[in-house]
T-cell receptor, first 113, second 116 residues
Framework: AQSVAQPEDQVNVAEGNPLTVKCTYS??????LFWYVQYPNRGLQFLLK??????LVKGSYGFEAEFNKSQTSFHLKKPSALVSDSALYFC???????????FGKGTTLSVSS | DADVTQTPRNRITKTGKRIMLECSQT?????MYWYRQDPGLGLRLIYY???????NKGEISDGYSVSRQAQAKFSLSLESAIPNQTALYFC???????????????FGPGTRLTVL
């Protein structure tokens, strides 16, 4: 069965510091991997995806994520955090032969000034 | 995403009442989904539809039903609402596989439902 784990409920980082939001997954076969962000009272917004190819994926707002097949991980990163990055972040996975996205439980990112 | 709209945005109802949540999209996507979001549980899939004649149960379909009235419209019904259906409900759409967009889903703004 497919599953996604986001081991941290909350990540706190100071503005200007690098940030990492962790995600590990379990899926049969090759995965499609996604990161979404949710701001208060808003729907989910797509940030980036890994489908195939280069393991380092760049997305919106300066975010990037690295696909690591051996560790079954897809951690979200940003070199320099902004206060405006504070939000709820979701990792999601879909088997290439599968149908639906499976979401993690979400990680709240809090960036302090 | 303005291309995916949901009505109503907020709804308070009573136990036992029937309620319908509606979703419309102008993205031209064939695939549509209904999720519920609960604090600490992330998003869980209720139902999904890959075209007008296709309806599939998701992880938590009990107590819910759906109707795909057209390619652009997908509604979710609670036949007899109960308090543990209080949640934030999201509609989403996606394109067909192999079109190059990698199957990411586009979400509506959500409907906050409270069942008293």
């Amino acid at each position: 069965a497919q599953s996604v784990a986001q081991p941290e409920d909350q990540v706190n980082v100071a503005e200007g510091n690098p940030l990492t939001v962790k995600c590990t997954y379990s899926v049969s076969g090759n995965p499609y991997l996604f990161w979404y962000v949710q701001y208060p009272n808003r729907g989910l917004q797509f940030l980036l995806k890994y489908i195939t190819g280069d393991n380092l994926v760049k997305g919106s707002y300066g975010f990037e994520a690295e696909f690591n097949k051996s560790q079954t991980s897809f951690h979200l990163k940003k070199p320099s955090a902004l206060v405006s990055d504070s939000a709820l972040y979701f990792c999601a996975v879909k088997a290439q032969a599968g149908t639906a996205l499976i979401f993690g439980k979400g990680t709240t990112l809090s960036v302090s000034s | 995403d303005a291309d995916v709209t949901q009505t109503p945005r907020n709804r308070i109802t009573k136990t036992g009442k029937r309620i319908m949540l509606e979703c419309s999209q102008t993205k031209g996507h064939d695939r549509m989904y209904w999720y519920r979001q609960d604090p600490g549980l992330g998003l869980r899939l209720i139902y999904y539809s890959f075209d007008v004649k296709d309806i599939n149960k998701g992880e938590i379909s009990d107590g819910y039903s759906v109707s795909r009235q057209a390619q652009a419209k997908f509604s979710l019904s609670l036949e007899s609402a109960i308090p543990n259906q209080t949640a934030l409900y999201f509609c989403a759409t996606s394109d067909l596989p192999g079109t190059g967009v990698g199957n990411e889903q586009f979400f509506g703004p959500g409907t906050r439902l409270t069942v008293l």
